[in-house]
């Protein structure tokens, strides 16, 4: 079951940023627009969606577009994939970069401290 999670995860990633790319890039054409990660429920009934952009403070935007546009988004992968259900999916913002970024911040100031 853990190896059917993982890869349903990773198609829906895939399906999901191609979905994206074609059909929404050129409403951010100033914001780079990831999908880092998917995780699906054990039972396969919804997906979240975590997305990140740069730079940062567009993300709100973007996110706010992207669940406006879900039941378009749901529709096409509905399309895309040959499973039945398809999770349903949550966009997420995905803090992981910018705490990444923090805490790279954070040890390049004790280097300095410590040189």
């Known amino acids: 079951m853990v190896e059917r ?3 349903m995860n ?5 399906e999901i940023s191609q979905i994206i790319l074609k059909e929404y890039s050129g409403n951010f054409s100033d914001v780079l627009t990831t999908v880092t990660r998917v995780e699906t429920s ?3 009934i919804e997906a979240k969606v975590y997305i990140s952009c740069i730079p940062d403070p567009k993300s709100k935007e973007v996110l706010a577009e992207l669940r406006r546009e879900i039941y378009k988004i749901q529709q096409e992968l509905n399309k895309r994939l040959r499973i039945r259900p398809v999770p349903k999916i949550i966009f997420v913002e995905d ?13 390049e100031e004790i280097k300095k401290q410590n040189s």
């Open 5 to 7: 999670v993982l890869k």
């Open 10 to 14: 990773e198609l829906i990633k895939k």
């Open 42 to 44: 054990g039972n396969l």
């Open 95 to 107: 803090k992981m970069p910018q705490e990444a970024e923090k805490i790279e911040t954070i040890l």
